[in-house]
């Protein structure tokens, strides 16, 4: 858990400065253009679609963005049509990586993740060879200073959550798939302020590396998080505490 949960948070602030450049809007727009190419446009009856809205309002993408997208996404209005594609692979030292991606061109997409990964000495995997060491869970972040633990503890697990650690100045929430939208019902009911809840690829065991090659494998996950079709990026490999601070310090 530990290790998942702290690629999670590196994300979260590598997602602020992408913000910056408009890129966090650009992911945030493409996933709510395909939830509602997937499931219809109205949020109320279509969970995927919902939670992409939810997230675009909490990362701050203006209503009108949020409405356009929708229209793309139903055909009511032009746009580029996104499919979802999945990519494996293995970092130097064995680590599995697993890739989503909204593309409008998987041929351009594979070469790009292809050369990403052979650059710094992975490789592209056949696939299934590395989704089944990942499960599909809910989760979602907690906020603010000063939340009791006990309370919280108590308020998502009374919701069906399963597990919960720290990370920083926030809390780190974990649920099965099913329960994730009664979990973040009952957080907004007992007060606790949540963000970025996703459906999302927890390793099921962990990888252990020597801190230089965490490292390693870490800048394998961020050349790849940079590449404009990436959604999420999903690894198995355990990061220690100072391997976190150096990669905030460089």
Do not use: C
Request: hydrophobic share 40%.
């Amino acid at each position: 858990m530990s290790g998942h949960s702290k690629w999670s948070t590196i994300k979260r602030k590598k997602a602020k400065v992408d913000q910056a450049r408009g890129r966090l809007f650009s992911r945030l727009t493409r996933e709510i253009i395909a939830a509602a190419r997937e499931g219809g446009g109205d949020p109320s009856a279509n969970a995927r679609l919902r939670m992409a809205v939810d997230n675009a309002r909490m990362n701050n993408l203006p209503g009108e963005n949020i409405e356009r997208a929708i229209r793309r996404g139903t055909g009511d209005l032009p746009g580029v049509d996104y499919e979802s594609v999945w990519y494996e692979g293995y970092a130097p030292g064995g680590v599995a990586i697993l890739v989503e991606t909204l593309t409008d061109n998987r041929n351009r997409t594979v070469s790009e993740i292809r050369h990403i990964f052979a650059k710094r000495g992975g490789s592209l995997a056949e696939t299934g060879s590395v989704s089944w060491q990942f499960e599909a869970k809910g989760t979602l972040f907690v906020e603010g200073e000063g939340v009791d633990e006990d309370a919280l503890m108590m308020t998502v697990l009374e919701a069906g959550g399963e597990d919960l650690a720290r990370e920083g100045e926030a809390w780190y929430v974990v649920t099965p798939v099913e329960a994730l939208e009664q979990v973040k019902s009952a957080l907004e009911q007992a007060g606790f302020p949540y963000r970025d809840a996703q459906v999302a690829r927890v390793p099921k065991n962990l990888i252990s590396l020597p801190p230089d090659h965490q490292m390693q494998t870490l800048r394998v996950l961020e050349a790849i998080e940079e590449q404009d079709d990436v959604q999420n990026v999903y690894t198995n490999l355990d990061i220690d505490d100072e391997v976190a601070a150096r990669l905030d310090e460089a």
